[in-house]
T-cell receptor, first 113, second 113 residues
Framework: DVKVTQSSRYLVKRTGEKVFLECVQD?????MFWYRQDPGLGLRLIYFSYDVKMKEKGDIPEGYSVSREKKERFSLILESTSTNQTSMYLCASRAPGEGYGYTFGSGTRLTVV | AQSVTQLGSHVSVSEGALVLLRCNYS??????LFWYVQYPNQGLQLLLK??????LVKGINGFEAEFKKSETSFHLTKPSAHMSDAAEYFCAVSEKGDDKIIFGKGTRLHILP
């Protein structure tokens, strides 16, 4: 089975701190995604990447950046955290081709105080 | 543009009763359709998917869903609810050729003893 690993389950950060959220997948998938999940809003796409060093903005990229230096690793960067970035962050990967779903990591619950 | 509507943000059923979670989608072309389940403080797990072929799709944990093109629906059912089914369920759609999956806002299923 494909495994997607997120480096932290829970994080607490102070406003203004820089945060790196790491995501690693072990099945050589080209496509990787970062979502945030908030009650009543569902999953919203922040950024995605379809290849090394390639990235595309999702629906809510403001306040975030990403890095993909290696195929298996996709990092989400919060340069200067704010309280409205308190959320559950989910990483996913997807095999190329028709009809494949996402495989998700376990999520990182970030609290900014 | 694709979109997904899940009717009811919360659904309660008694243990042993039928589970029905509703999902309607909009898509300009025949889509791929997915149902995911999320248990507390975990990532999303694929329950089932429709790509092509038989419109009644069976998934894990006794769930199934039927693709009805004329109704643009993909409702999730289970004949007899179990306490362990309590979770949040997400319907999702992806168009052919698109790497991204669009999620509904989710339905939280409560099982009453």
């Amino acid at each position: 089975d494909v495994k997607v690993t997120q480096s932290s389950r829970y994080l607490v950060k102070r406003t203004g701190e820089k945060v790196f959220l790491e995501c690693v997948q072990d099945m050589d998938h080209e496509n990787m995604f970062w979502y945030r999940q908030d009650p009543g809003l569902g999953l919203r796409l922040i950024y995605f990447s379809y290849d090394v060093k390639m990235k595309e903005k999702g629906d809510i990229p403001e306040g975030y950046s990403v890095s993909r230096e290696k195929k298996e690793r996709f990092s989400l960067i919060l340069e200067s955290t704010s309280t409205n970035q308190t959320s559950m962050y989910l990483c996913a990967s997807r095999a190329p081709g028709e009809g494949y779903g996402y495989t998700f990591g376990s999520g990182t619950r970030l609290t900014v105080v | 543009a694709q979109s997904v509507t899940q009717l009811g943000s919360h659904v309660s059923v008694s243990e042993g009763a039928l589970v029905l979670l509703r999902c309607n989608y909009s898509s300009s072309v025949p889509p791929y359709l997915f149902w995911y389940v999320q248990y507390p403080n975990q990532g999303l797990q694929l329950l089932l998917k429709y790509t092509t072929g038989a419109t009644l799709v069976k998934g894990i944990n006794g769930f199934e869903a039927e693709f009805k093109k004329s109704e643009t629906s993909f409702h999730l059912t289970k004949p007899s609810a179990h306490m362990s089914d309590a979770a949040e369920y997400f319907c999702a759609v992806s168009e052919k050729g698109d790497d991204k999956i669009i999620f509904g806002k989710g339905t939280r299923l409560h099982i009453l003893p």
